[in-house]
């Protein structure tokens, strides 16, 4: 029994950076509305510039400007504890307060789609900068700061005390802000607001000032505890970011995204939880070994929605954005060209570029999964490439260790991605917009731990993972590689034909009685079910639809490169990819192409690092920065702006222009 107290109170310091991070949720939406998935990688890089500070340097964060500023020359120094964390509480207010002002205060009224894109956007940006400032996000070691002499409590019972002082730390900072939130006047207000945004306006008070001062605060108190918190692990560009950030979820979930004092509890318990799950694992042979600790928060989050249903308060707030459009497909000349000018450049360019159009036909297949079910059916997932990996890890399963030959073994492994799919929609039936998000990204994280991470199916990691063969039929060896032959053109032609049968597919789907109920159960779930719509099978048939298509994706890649690594299909990859299809026009065919010229790696970014090779090692931070853009301006990505200016001109030859507000579907 002592080993598990001990386990437990281990588990403290994880439970308190859960905490902490799950308050800062709980600040910024009390205050704004907005549940900001970008706050752990906010924390993250508050966290970095301390550490740099105590090395006598402060990290730029705007491309083109020299990386850091040293103190003192080329013989800087530390500039010393009070310094050091000053500085970076300061960096973490003026961060909060950019990220409200630049990006979410326009997407106030945006839908909720827009407002998870441009989150996901700042995260491609912070995490990018760590990277590019911190020799590629590398972990670092950072001078302990808070006391870590051991605490023996019995004989057998000895932990380190700098967990439970972090602990302490944020229940203090907990109790501050809850009579903040009672006694003072700010706390009033963003309580009001909260309550009724319209009528704390009637009343003469600035919701827009309240959710800049909860950003602030949010990024303060984050930031803080991830200073703290540093010395205790090793400090990277994921751990605040992935590791730490959906537990806060499941904490603010239980919170229900306003108590103070249920998600602090709560991030302590999920945090003890887990430290004993690591012991559960060493003692019972019975135990599951991998994803156990990691889907904890899974199943919190799970239970506590399907007790307590919607969880995210409404906010008396008027939208007047709509979700993007998804008109019916127009083929034009240029949609039978296009294939033609790939498929040429496939046979004629050269190596390099031949791989960037390889990635952003593989960006155009992953990013038609979003337009079945974002852009058709009105619902976010964030754990698409967790679908493509498990599609990629089963072709490997069943090609190499069960020798099933192509076509069949990667339509297998699409049917077992698909049933993943499924699975993960069941809570579509009752959820939608950032609810469902939540579940999903939490979901992303299980399956990417439970599965990717585990030997069974990934193999001994050190071979480079779970090996695929090349794709044959009839003889033929259409694979990327074979022999000395690399970069072969007809792995290009193979994944072009797939591509295009993938297009024509969904572009029908669009036009047939299963897209137009999806399309009704997106606009009116209740209209839906009273024209006779069977709801949740709809729903459901769009999450297989869409699994599916990423599982399509995800045996491309696992084609491409002979093998399959937890690298690839991580909780990251599928945010990138949410982004780009939006980016690219999720509501539309066009879009997912357009998006697959855009996406890292593709075409575009090819095409750019030619023109200047200094483009190259920021193009995910562009990427980035243009999808907070594009979320703003025209959340109808390019091909929807594209759209609208063939249709102005359209118009305006006509006589009988209209104009089209940004941001409104016609």
Known sequence: MSDYVFFL???????????????????????????????????TWVAYVYADLRNGAYPFPIPGLPAR???????????????????????AALLGAAVYYLVFRPLRR???????????????????????????????????????????????????????????????????????????RIGLVTRAAAENEKGATLLGWSPESTAAASFVLASVVCGLVAVLAAPMLQLGSGVF?????????????????????????AGLAIGMAQSVIVKLQNDLSWFPQYGAREGLPFLVIIITMAFRGEQLPERG????????????????????LLPVVVAGALLFAGPLMRGALMTSIIGTVMALSFVVL??????????????????????????????????????LAVAVATLFGVVLGLPALRLRGTDLAIVTLAGGVAITEFVFKNPTFVGDASTGGAKVPNPELFGWDFGLVRGSASSRPVFGLFLLLVAVALVVLVANLRRSATGRRILAVRSNERAAASAGVHVAGT??????????????????????????????FGVMASLTA????????????????????????GVVFFLLSRVSGKVGPWETFIGGAVLVAMAIAQPEGVAGAWRHRRRRRVRSADGSAVAVPSGVAP
């Open 110 to 184: 945006a839908p909720t789609l827009a407002k998870v894109v441009a989150s996901v956007g700042v995260v491609i940006m912070l995490l990018s900068l760590v990277e590019r400032r911190f020799e590629g996000g590398s972990s670092i070691r950072v001078d302990p700061i808070l006391p870590r002499d051991p605490w023996r409590i019995t004989d057998d019972i000895v932990v380190p005390r700098d967990g439970l002082w972090l602990a302490a730390i944020v229940i203090a900072i907990g109790v501050a802000l809850w009579a903040a939130s009672r006694f003072t």
């Open 69 to 91: 500023y040293h103190f003192g020359g080329s013989r800087a120094g530390d500039v010393g504890f009070l310094w050091a964390l000053g500085g970076a509480l300061l960096t």
């Open 539 to 568: 729903k459901l048939v769009g999450f297989a639809l869409s699994a599916s298509l990423a599982a399509v994706a995800g045996c491309l890649v696992a084609y491409r490169f002979g093998s399959v690594s937890d690298a690839s």
């Open 317 to 336: 707030t008027v939208d007047t954005w709509r979700l993007p459009g998804a008109p019916a497909v127009q083929l034009r000349s240029t949609a039978f």
């Open 578 to 601: 949410l982004a780009f299809a939006y980016l690219g026009g999720v509501g539309t065919v066009g879009g997912a192409v357009a998006s697959g010229m855009l996406v890292p790696s």
């Open 241 to 265: 970011t992935i590791g730490f950030l959906v537990p806060a979820l499941g904490a603010a979930l239980i919170g229900r995204f306003r108590s103070i004092g249920a998600t602090i509890a």
């Open 374 to 411: 974002s852009g058709f059916g009105g619902q976010t997932s964030l754990a698409q490439a967790a679908f493509a990996g498990v599609a990629g890890f089963a072709l490997s399963k069943l090609a190499t260790g069960w020798g099933i030959p192509f076509p069949i073994a990667p339509l």
């Open 9 to 43: 109170l281990l588990g403290v310091g994880a439970g308190a950076i859960i905490a902490a991070l799950g308050l800062g949720l709980v600040i910024a939406h009390e205050g704004s509305g907005v549940v900001n998935v970008a706050q752990g990688a906010m924390a």
